[in-house]
Antibody
Framework: EVQLVESGGGLVKPGGSLRLSCAASGFTFSNAWMSWVRQAPGKGLEWVGRIRSKTGGGTTDYAAPVKGRFTISRDDSKNTLYLQMSSLKTEDTAVYYC?????????WGQGTLVTVSS | QSALTQPASVSGSPGQSITISCTGTSSDVGGYNSVSWYQQHPGKAPKLMIYDVSNRPSGVSNRFSGSKSGNTASLTISGLQAEDEADYYCSSYTSSSTWVFGGGTKLTVL
């Protein structure tokens, strides 16, 4: 059974940093392209960015609102995906989901809430 | 990248059929078959319901179907049931190698 478990969310001040983790199991993580998707309170889904598998180049892509502030990385030895967030803004407040990415987002974690507030 | 356009809400009675539209551009919906639909119940993670325009994952009811014409994709739910009441989101791959979601549609089963 595929499982994705996010952690690391919490309250952070504007301008601060936070690192989210996503522990994966039930599939070959090293072969998977992974994405982060967020959802602000009461709002819709927004794609944040992706990291390709090592065989896919291991490269990353980001949505315009987070480019230059967020960094996605992976540790295939630990089956873990990361989202390093810096220069956080109040508009980054959201539930952050990690997902597997193919031609769609097949599996989703339960999400972790990030609140950016002074 | 602008969000795909979905109606804010749709409703239907049990047993009826409803269709949710998702309109984009030739740079996303119209240019790719990587269009998918997600169901989200309150407080829960989204669930994949339709992928590659019209394919259903294993375990998803055949009451759910998808289609696409030009820059508009559609999700149809037939034989509406109370448990179908949820938010629905479309998503498409884009020419910028990114993904874009629709704004979401709240389905109410009357």
């Amino acid at each position: 059974e595929v499982q994705l478990v996010e952690s690391g969310g919490g309250l952070v001040k504007p301008g601060g940093s936070l690192r989210l983790s996503c522990a994966a199991s039930g599939f070959t993580f090293s072969n998977a392209w992974m994405s982060w998707v967020r959802q602000a309170p009461g709002k819709g889904l927004e794609w944040v960015g992706r990291i390709r598998s090592k065989t896919g180049g291991g490269t990353t892509d980001y949505a315009a609102p987070v480019k230059g502030r967020f960094t996605i990385s992976r540790d295939d030895s630990k089956n873990t995906l990361y989202l390093q967030m810096s220069s956080l803004k109040t508009e980054d407040t959201a539930v952050y989901y990690c997902t597997t990415e193919t031609t769609r987002f097949d599996y989703w974690g339960q999400g972790t809430l990030v609140t950016v507030s002074s | 990248q602008s969000a795909l356009t979905q109606p804010a809400s749709v409703s239907g009675s049990p047993g009826q059929s409803i269709t949710i539209s998702c309109t984009g551009t030739s740079s996303d919906v119209g240019g790719y078959n990587s269009v998918s639909w997600y169901q989200q119940h309150p407080g829960k993670a989204p669930k994949l319901m339709i992928y590659d325009v019209s394919n259903r994952p294993s375990g998803v009811s055949n009451r759910f179907s998808g289609s696409k014409s030009g820059n508009t994709a559609s999700l149809t739910i037939s034989g509406l049931q109370a448990e179908d009441e949820a938010d629905y989101y479309c998503s498409s791959y884009t020419s910028s190698s990114t993904w874009v979601f629709g704004g979401g549609t709240k389905l109410t089963v009357l």
